[in-house]
């Protein structure tokens, strides 16, 4: 998937011998490394090579849904709020990113 993209962190935790590749910076986003949807397995980098599950198999059907309703309301209500500056909005979604992340 041309959309699938790793962060800087996840990148220098992992081998790229023989890959061609290309980096930029960009505003946001999520690193999809650990994502066994994006990325095969032996692809993944130290942090994240141990994880061959997805997420929302781990969890039952109502945790999963409540976990899912909480996360967005969080983010929605992060993302909009009318008194966080567009810096602050985004220091707030790398942090919700690392939190998921980890």
Same mark, same amino acid.
């Given at each position: *998937? @041309?959309?699938?993209?790793?962060?800087? *962190? !996840?990148?220098?935790?992992?081998?790229?011998?023989?890959?061609?590749?290309?980096?930029?910076?960009?505003?946001?986003? !999520?690193?999809?490394?650990?994502?066994?949807? $994006?990325?095969? @397995?032996?692809?993944? !980098? !130290?942090?994240?090579?141990?994880?061959?599950?997805?997420?929302?198999?781990?969890?039952?059907?109502? $945790?999963?849904?409540?976990?899912?309703?909480?996360?967005?309301?969080?983010?929605?209500?992060?993302?909009? %709020?009318?008194?966080? %500056?567009? *810096?602050?909005?985004?220091? $707030?979604?790398?942090?919700?990113?690392?939190?998921? $992340?980890?």
């Amino acid at each position: *998937d @041309p959309s699938c993209a790793i962060c800087h *962190d !996840c990148f220098i935790h992992s081998d790229h011998t023989g890959h061609d590749y290309w980096m930029f910076s960009s505003g946001g986003g !999520c690193c999809d490394c650990g994502d066994v949807e $994006a990325w095969k @397995p032996e692809g993944f !980098c !130290c942090k994240h090579s141990g994880h061959k599950s997805r997420p929302e198999e781990e969890l039952g059907h109502a $945790a999963r849904t409540a976990a899912e309703a909480a996360l967005r309301t969080v983010t929605t209500e992060t993302l909009h %709020s009318p008194t966080l %500056s567009s *810096d602050d909005k985004m220091e $707030a979604a790398r942090w919700l990113t690392n939190l998921c $992340a980890s």
